[in-house]
């Protein structure tokens, strides 16, 4: 059962004062669920006491929402844990994780509140802002080489190999990746659907050769950052995180589900411009053949999202009635599909 905003506020005031904040007394003010909440919950609020004031955030394990039972918390915890102290990306710093379900009805992590902005980039507002952002700040400079710092990190020496499984050199990830999407369709798929298998297919004729492996954000686009005025103040939602071929993060900034109609890559970068700087920087070679593929795979995976929302909401009792929307994007994601096939 679904806890309310009231009762999640006092069990947290609770926990807090006895975990983390050694028994003194505190006050929780200005506590509210963010927007979003397609996958785990995120909670924001200021934690005040005689002698400080600090800015926290809950994030909280959701069930019977997008792909829920592919996410891993703690893995989640690990990998914010290692970035914030290994670094200089704008990763929130991680302070407790909790596996007891019973404190707020889901296991969670705290972390710190970072100061900016979210923009949802098709929104009217965040259009707005991303298009000045797009020719009048440095933004789409750091926004990639945010994503240099990250897919050049030696991320065995930082230990990020315990926390993600390391697929192997060559096509050891895009076969661990292939397995994942087919083994996911079975789960969610509600009709054998031709265009689906035509996919999978052709994703495994077509199968790149991973040039080295790096630690992906998996979910790496503008609406996932934090802004001031003028820079990126901070890098979010890393549930999606693992080791594989940086070119997968690449292609996915370069899809056409993250620009629809912009002539910008996520509403933000020149196509050209981004690529030959991504590749002067790491030493990459890239090309369309391989950009191609992984829009492909990506176009997958909206599909199969839209899936797992339908599944959560008519198999898992979700109340979420969003999940019953994204449900009916499916025809959407398919047809976006058959298009990047070049159907």
Request: with cysteine.
């Amino acid at each position: 059962m679904s806890q309310s905003l009231e009762s999640i506020k006092k069990s947290l005031q609770h926990y807090l004062q006895e975990q983390m904040f050694n028994g003194n007394n505190l006050e929780i003010e200005d506590f509210e669920q963010a927007s979003g909440g397609w996958t785990d919950e995120t909670y924001v609020f200021t934690v005040r006491t005689e002698q400080t004031s600090e800015g926290l955030v809950i994030r909280k394990l959701k069930k019977s929402s997008l792909l829920s039972e592919e996410r891993n918390l703690t893995q989640q915890f690990k990998l914010l844990q290692i970035l914030s102290n290994s670094t200089p990306l704008p990763v929130p710093k991680v302070f407790r994780l909790e596996l007891d379900e019973t404190i707020i009805g889901e296991e969670f992590m705290i972390m710190e509140r970072l100061e900016g902005k979210s923009y949802v980039p098709w929104s009217k507002e965040g259009s707005a802002f991303l298009s000045k952002a797009s020719s009048h700040t440095h933004i789409p400079k750091q926004f990639a080489d945010y994503l240099i710092t990250l897919h050049m990190l030696d991320y065995k020496k930082v230990g990020i190999h315990e926390v993600f499984a390391d697929p192997g050199e060559g096509m050891g990830f895009i076969d661990k990746k292939l397995i994942e999407l087919e083994n996911l369709y079975l789960k969610y798929k509600n009709i054998y659907d031709p265009i689906m298998t035509d996919a999978l297919q052709w994703l495994r004729h077509h199968r790149p050769e991973a040039q080295r492996l790096s630690i992906l954000h998996g979910d790496y686009r503008t609406g996932n950052m934090l802004y001031g005025v003028k820079a990126i103040s901070g890098i979010l939602d890393w549930e999606a995180a693992e080791i594989g071929d940086p070119l997968m993060d690449v292609a996915y900034i370069c899809a056409k589900a993250n620009r629809m109609d912009s002539p910008l890559q996520c509403y933000l970068l020149d196509r050209k411009w981004f690529l030959d700087y991504y590749a002067s920087q790491t030493g990459l070679r890239i090309n369309e053949q391989d950009l191609h593929y992984y829009e492909v795979l990506h176009q997958v995976r909206f599909l199969l999202l839209s899936l797992s929302a339908a599944h959560a909401f008519e198999k898992e009792n979700a109340t979420d009635l969003r999940m019953a929307r994204q449900g009916y994007r499916w025809t959407l994601m398919r047809n976006l599909l058959a298009e990047t096939l070049g159907y």
